[in-house]
């Protein structure tokens, strides 16, 4: 009995404690003022120049913080330690945020700049109106080869990866959307299929494709091209555009027939409390010539039309990142498929990862 | 002094309430919850109805299975090596120490070794051999998860042949015994507590390796960790992955029991 009372007291003692530290976290963390704009981004995701200039300009006070994934980005804010006045979340976390009200709906007379935005890139299913969140960048999934062993029209098409001459060799991002995403577009059918006869199809169709995976794996694809240990990987232009910087022999192609399309977009999460100097921020990189800045820096696809005249031609006519016309038409946002078929596309999936031999 | 023993239990209590009993209390009420936080059956229809999860289960075992078979062949004799040498607190050390780094920058290093690029090719290319794909392939895996769980075969069957007495062995020869008897009828059943034990420390991680089959494996080796974490992270089914974590657990009290079933008639 006495132990029984000494283990509850015990457990509550550590209740306590814990309670106690969390508080204590909570009042600590983060910078707090009006002056200071609590800013939570992914790694190297903006020009440091740029921060530098704002500050200077404005009179504000940047406090960046930085992610490596939308889930770990969803948990922080959630948890509300913190009081972020932006955040950069890609399209589908948008919509996971915005049911759970985790937003701020964005005053569009505030932001005078999003003028600049092409037509294209706006009213998007994950947000329409933009009634939340303002296109950051934009990019495409597509395949990244290696010119010492294919050329681009070995894989400027999704039914090409099906060659039997890729046997083993193909890296392919880890991520069901993706995996399932390649038999549907090859098939021809939306990214978005709720259609079970077409989901089955693009399952039976890629059985196949499995003998040609070498590996599916995330990040690791960057280092595994950088140093040729692979040859051909479907992976994100984002991720692309940084290997083609460290290995001149390495080409992106985004293969006819329609791609995943993605955003990543600045938010005012509804923790904020500078939400004056959040708007002001939003504006200034929405500004064409900071825009031009931040792509060239970053290397990823603006969508901020006018920035695009501050580009040099060398990246604004280069077909990897600046897609046609035409191919963009065909191009897809992934729209959240509701718990049943998110779970559809991973049974699938990992029905796929386990098929072989 | 009863008195102070109740109050220096405390922190184990609170420990294995925390950490161990709560969490699997968490683990399977959760493995009864759908998506939507009902009650409900269906997460262990789904698991024993799909021949997916029935599959992948059969693969953790074989794969777990694989490892600790060939683990054991490795650590037997190297640990009874080890009891013959002179400084063999030394030798033990050498082992133990790979076991204090981080697994993830042990595997990390094999990416680096097993690379078309990496060292073992250029040795092979050193006769002639044509590089081979070591990384994303079964051999690869096993490989080295039997790197990382090697220490912890080692370690439990060198204390058992450590605590072995030579007399009885000097006895079995006395008495008759060729070399090959003795193994068979003295050391080894004499040593098999270790062996148990060592099975126990393998068997179990084994069946959750997930890291390895992803960093490794390429993904091309799958096992119930990948669904487990796939369900956790990704389509955000707590219940079904809680429930392939029940069956995990119960897979773990299986080798227990099948492990130390005969400890009852041994010592004291």
């Known amino acids: 009995m006495r132990r029984l009372q000494a283990l509850l007291l015990g457990i509550v003692a550590i209740i306590l404690l814990l309670t106690g530290g969390a508080w204590f976290l909570n009042q600590s963390d983060g910078a707090k003022g009006s002056k200071i704009i609590n800013m939570y981004n992914w790694g190297d995701y903006i020009d440091p120049k740029l921060i530098t200039k704002f500050e200077k300009q404005t009179g504000y006070k940047i406090n960046y913080e930085t992610f490596d994934s939308n889930e770990a980005m969803l948990t922080k804010i959630k948890q509300g330690g913190t009081s972020y006045d932006l955040a950069v979340p890609s399209d589908y976390m948008i919509q996971k945020m915005k049911k759970a009200h985790l937003l701020k709906p964005l ?104 003998f040609n995976a070498k590996a599916i794996v995330s990040d690791e694809i960057k280092m595994y091209m950088e140093n040729e240990e692979s040859k051909v990987a479907v992976t994100y232009s984002g991720e692309a555009s940084e290997m083609l910087s460290e290995n001149s022999h390495l080409h992106y192609v985004v293969p006819n027939g329609g791609t995943n399309l993605w955003f990543d977009n600045i938010v005012i999460p509804k923790t904020s409390k500078n939400t004056k100097g959040a708007y002001a921020f939003i504006n200034f990189m929405l500004d064409p010539k900071n825009a031009a800045q931040n792509a060239e820096y970053i290397g990823y696809a603006t969508p901020n039309k006018k920035a695009l005249a501050y580009l040099p031609k060398s990246i604004t006519n280069d077909r990897q990142f600046y897609p046609s016309q035409k191919q963009m038409a065909q191009m897809e946002v992934y729209e959240d498929l509701g718990q049943k078929y998110i779970e559809k596309y991973n049974d699938l999936y990992l029905e796929l990862k386990m098929y072989r031999r | 002094m009863k008195k102070y023993n109740t109050l220096f239990a405390i922190p ?73 040498l002179k400084h063999r607190d030394l030798w033990l050390l050498l082992i133990i120490l790979p076991t204090w780094i981080n697994m993830l920058l042990k595997a990390y290093a094999f990416i680096g070794i097993f690379g078309l690029h990496g060292s073992i090719n250029h040795f092979l290319q050193f006769f002639g051999l044509a590089p081979h794909q070591f990384l994303f392939t079964d051999v690869g895996f096993m490989v080295v998860a039997m790197y990382i769980q090697l220490p912890f075969m080692i370690i439990p069957i060198f204390n058992g042949l450590e605590e072995l007495d030579n007399s009885l062995i000097r006895a079995s020869r006395d008495l008759g015994a060729n070399a090959w008897q003795t193994f068979t009828k003295v050391i080894f059943p004499l040593s098999l507590e270790g062996v148990k034990s060592g099975v126990q420390a393998v ?9 390895i089959t992803r960093l490794i494996g390429g993904n091309r080796v799958i096992t119930l960790g990948t669904a487990i974490e796939e369900h956790f992270l990704v389509t955000q089914n707590w219940g079904m992955g809680s429930t392939i974590g029940v069956v995990l657990i119960i897979a773990m009290f299986i080798v227990m029991a099948l492990t130390s079933e005969r400890k009852k008639g041994g010592k004291r």
Do not use: C
């Open chain 2, 203 to 211: 068997f179990i991680p084994s069946l959750s390796f997930f890291m």
């Open chain 1, 107 to 210: 005053d569009q007379s505030k932001l005078p700049n999003l003028k600049y935005i092409s037509k294209d890139f706006l009213d998007q299913p994950f947000d329409r109106h933009n009634r939340y969140s303002v296109p950051y960048f934009w990019g495409t999934l597509g395949v990244v080869y290696n010119d010492k062993y294919y050329q681009a029209s070995d894989v400027n098409s999704w039914n090409k990866l099906w060659n039997p001459k890729f046997k083993g060799q193909i890296m392919f991002v880890d991520g069901a959307r993706e995996f399932m995403g390649i038999g549907l577009a090859s098939l021809g059918y939306s990214l978005n299929s709720k259609n079970d006869a077409q989901l089955n199809q693009a399952y039976n169709k890629l059985k196949s494709l499995t």
């Open chain 2, 12 to 84: 184990y209590f609170i420990w294995l309430v925390l950490f161990v009993i709560a969490p699997v209390i968490l683990i399977f009420g959760y493995s009864f919850l759908d998506s939507q936080g009902h009650f409900t059956l269906a997460n262990y229809a789904t698991y024993f109805a799909s021949g997916k999860y029935l599959m992948m289960t059969f693969n953790s075992v074989w794969y777990a299975f694989l490892i600790t078979l060939v683990t054991l062949i490795v650590s037997y004799p190297t640990a009874y090596f080890l009891t013959k």
